[in-house]
Every structure is written in structure tokens, then in C-alpha cells.
């Protein structure tokens, strides 16, 4: 029988207990320190090494990703600016769709005319007459003088009429006349417009009481226009002791600036009195 | 043919426009009067024999469309036209001049001739105000469109009607 504690056996034997007792020893975690201390600048320069590496592979593969880069960020803002445009569409049919609905409304809150709507496609080519053009006409049953208003108040009249289209004269209009009369007051008048669009307050007597922020509605006189329709309210008041009558500034309720659509009232025929005027 | 067919489509977009964008552009309350640059720059740039048949026609055209009298309108473009005429034999050689000339006293005449008309048909108005609210402004969007306008009627017509040559 061969001895087994022969030095060669015993060497081996020795070995094998050290690498089961540091085994034993990193297991249950006592090592932990020295393998930390041992393996940070490890990790450290793997790291470093790691770096430059994606650094100097992204120094000679980046003019690919920037052509393929490039290209994507071209069709994103394709797609950006598609649907930008879709959004400015849609808001502008939201808009008129909002004041399609608001002329609607007035309607059915105003049920004793019958409207048609109408869209503003220009307006008078002279600065000094206000009139507008709308895209409805004598094929869509428009005669002269009908009055057209929005669900604010008083536009104007009809004043030309062709097959698709007509002609309508604001009540800012320098020939304009509208006899109103106010609401708190009780007392008849007439507005008239004026070459700049502005619109005065005339015939008022001089013993009327006028206060600022009266409302002003249709009075009916003169059969151009049905009666209690909203114009404007009073801005400022003039009386003077030589004159026979007060006069003064009116804000119309319509912004005809920024008439985009409009009802025109189509069962109110005007009176045409200019027979009977001496 | 071809001249006056392009003439009637490039009067026809010129109402358009007016119409559709420069009414509603508004300085004080004037505004720009492209029918009147367009007749002047056309004017300036056209050979024909008969074109003044065109610009009655342009006259009836627009009064029927607007509130103005036809008898202004076809006073106002026949004295643009034959102004036009008359510097083509004058300045022709500097038709950029010629246009602001025309346009400047065409725009008074046309003004003039409207507060005229507003005074004859019984309408009260302020001269003072006409001039600086509407008039002025009006002057001075008219001669800031001068350039561009004719830069382009010029370019639309040197192909269909050349101008003439030094010898």
C-alpha cells in the first residue's frame, strides 16, 4: 500500500483547504472589502476603455446616423407642418361652425322673420361707401331691400341684387338712414353713417334725456326695416342751445370690420316711400 | 386676341383682390386702390390701337360691382388711360416714373371726384376729414403698391405687347 502522506499529497491537500476556506470566506461576504478594493479601478478603467470606445465608434459611424438622423427629422417636420395646417383647418371650420350656430341660435330666438344665411365674400371697392358683398342672391329669393343682420344686430340692407350674389349697404354707409328709437328713453331718432363708418345719433328733441350706454333698436318708421332689431348703444351726447336738435355718437353692436357671415331677413318687404316725400 | 384676353383675366383678379383683401386692409380709412395701379400700369404697357374700348368696358365692369357712379369710374380710368398714353410718348424711357406720376394725381382725381359726387348727392361731409382719413392714407398705400404692381403688370405684358426700342 502506497502511503498517502507523502509530501506531494500533503501539498495538494493544503492547497485545497486554502481555496475552500477563501471560497468559504467570500461566500459568506467576509471578503467583500478586499474585492472591492481590488475591483475598482478595475471597473474604473474598464469603464474609461469603454467610453473612448463608443466614443471613437460614434466619431466614424456618426455621419451615417446623421444622414439617417437627418432624414427622419425632415419627415417629422413634414408631418409636423401636415398637421399644423389640418389644426389651422379645422379651426377655421370650428369658427364657422361657431358663428353658423350663433346665427342659427338667433334665428330660432327670433322666430317671427324667416332667414337665410349668407357668406361675406368682399367688400366695396371705394373707401368712402361701406357696403358688402355676399354670396347669395335673387336665385336664393334675396330682393332689393331686405334687411340683413347677424345675431349681434342691425347690419344693413340689400341694395343690388344679380343671380348668386348681392350687394348690401351697412348702416355706417354715408347715404345711410335708420330711424331707432331708445330703449330707456322712449324717444325716436334717426342714426346716419358717414363716409369714415362712424355713426351719429340725430333728431333727438332737446328736452330728451339721453344717458350714455342707451340701447338703440329699430323703430320700424319708414318701412326699411322691422321694428325692436339691435343697432348700437350711445357713446357720447352733443347739445347745443342754437340747434334744434341733440345729436351724438353711436358704437354699432357689429364689428363690420370682421363680417364674416350674415342673415338676411327674407320675409320683411320695405315700403318704399320716396313717392310720397315732397 | 391673346393681349386682350390676358388684359380682361389680369382686371378680373385685380377686382378680385381688391374686393377680397386690400378693402379690408384699412389705413385710418383709406385703402389701396389696385384697380387704379393695375389700369395705370397696364396703360403705361399696352400698344394696342382700340384698347380704350377695354377701360370703358373696365369702368362698366366695376360700377356695376360697386356703389360708385359709372360716370366717375369711366372719367377717372379714361383720363388715367389717356394720361398714359400721353407720358408713353413723354417719359418712355422711365415708365417707373410715369406710373408714379399717374398714380399720385389719379388717386386725387379719384378722390376728388368721389367727395364731389358724395357732396352733389347731398351727403354731409368734412372736406378736412376726407383728406387726412381717407385720402392720404389711401395716397400713401397706392404709391407703396406702385412698385410691385407694375413690376409685375411689366412683366405679364413685355412678352404680349414689347416696348418700343431705342434707335
Known sequence: ?278 | MLFYFSSSIGFIIAIMLQMGIFSRAVLLAGTADVVLLFLAAWSLHQRQKYSWILVVIFGLIVSAISASPVLLLLIVYLTIFLAAMRLQTGFWQSPLLSMFLLVFFGTFLEHGLYILGLFVQGVSLSIGESFSQILLPSVLLNMLLTIPVHALVQEIFRNLAPMRTEI
Open chain 1, 1 to 278: 500500500m502506497r502511503n498517502l502522506f507523502t509530501s506531494g499529497n500533503i501539498r495538494n491537500f493544503i492547497i485545497l483547504l486554502v481555496v475552500a476556506g477563501i471560497l468559504l470566506l467570500a461566500v459568506s461576504g467576509y471578503l467583500t472589502p478586499i474585492f472591492s478594493l481590488t475591483l475598482s479601478p478595475l471597473i474604473s478603467t474598464q469603464s474609461w476603455l469603454s467610453q473612448r470606445y463608443l466614443a471613437i465608434r460614434d466619431f466614424f459611424t456618426s455621419p451615417r446616423d446623421m444622414a439617417s438622423l437627418r432624414e427622419r427629422n425632415a419627415q417629422l417636420e413634414n408631418e409636423v407642418s401636415q398637421l399644423q395646417s389640418q389644426i389651422v383647418e379645422l379651426q377655421e371650420n370650428l369658427s364657422q361652425a361657431q358663428i353658423l350656430y350663433t346665427l342659427l341660435d338667433f334665428a330660432r330666438t327670433n322666430p317671427q322673420h324667416e332667414y337665410t344665411a349668407a357668406t361675406v365674400i368682399g367688400r366695396e371697392i371705394s373707401p368712402y361707401y361701406q357696403y358688402i358683398i355676399i354670396d347669395k342672391g335673387s336665385n336664393q329669393g334675396i330682393m332689393h331691400g331686405m334687411p340683413v343682420v347677424t345675431q349681434q344686430g342691425l347690419v344693413g340692407r340689400v341694395d343690388a341684387v344679380i343671380a348668386n350674389a348681392s350687394r348690401v349697404q351697412l348702416i355706417s354707409d354715408a347715404e345711410s338712414v335708420v330711424n331707432v328709437h331708445l330703449q330707456n328713453a322712449k324717444v325716436e331718432g334717426q342714426i346716419v353713417g358717414s363716409i369714415t363708418g362712424e355713426i351719429t345719433l340725430e333728431m333727438i328733441p332737446q328736452d330728451a334725456e339721453v344717458q350714455i350706454g342707451d340701447v338703440l333698436l329699430t323703430s320700424g318708421l319708414g318701412g326699411n326695416y322691422p321694428p325692436n332689431i339691435f343697432v348700437g348703444q350711445v357713446l357720447s351726447m352733443q347739445s347745443q342751445q342754437n340747434r334744434l336738435f341733440q345729436s351724438g355718437s353711436v358704437q354699432s353692436i357689429v364689428d363690420f370690420s370682421s363680417l364674416s357671415a350674415v342673415l338676411i331677413i327674407t320675409n320683411f318687404e320695405a315700403v318704399d316711400i320716396t313717392p310720397l316725400v315732397p
